[in-house]
């Protein structure tokens, strides 16, 4: 059974930095896409930032130069380095695995908040 567990959420002053992290435990189809999305109050999920299994990466506009998604294989753990944060980012960020294929799963961690706020 496949198992996703976000970690590294808080509060955090405009400009300042968080690393979120995403371990997943069981196995999942070779070709996947790991994302983080995240749903602030009142708005649906948006898509943050993913990365593929075979390397490529996609950020949404708001958050391009400043968020970097990155992986440890060895670790089955993802991360999403969030650098210059600004009250616009507060949401609940949730890390999501899809599964590339004709039939394939989509999995979500139940998410972890983060707020910025002076």
């Known amino acids: 059974q496949v198992q996703l567990v976000e970690s590294g959420g808080g509060s955090v002053q405009p400009g300042g930095s968080l690393r979120l992290s995403c371990t997943i435990s069981g196995s999942i189809f070779r070709y996947n896409a790991v994302g983080w999305y995240r749903q602030a109050p009142g708005k649906e999920r948006e898509m943050v930032a993913t990365?593929?299994?075979?390397?490529?990466?996609k950020y949404a506009d708001g958050v391009q130069g400043r968020f970097t998604i990155s992986r440890d294989m060895g670790m089955n753990t993802w991360y999403l380095q969030m650098n210059n944060l600004e009250p616009e980012d507060t949401a609940v960020y949730y890390c999501n695995a899809r599964e590339l294929s004709r039939d394939g799963s989509d999995y979500w961690g139940p998410g972890t908040q983060v707020t910025v706020s002076s």
């Open positions: 990365i593929f299994s075979t390397g490529p990466t």
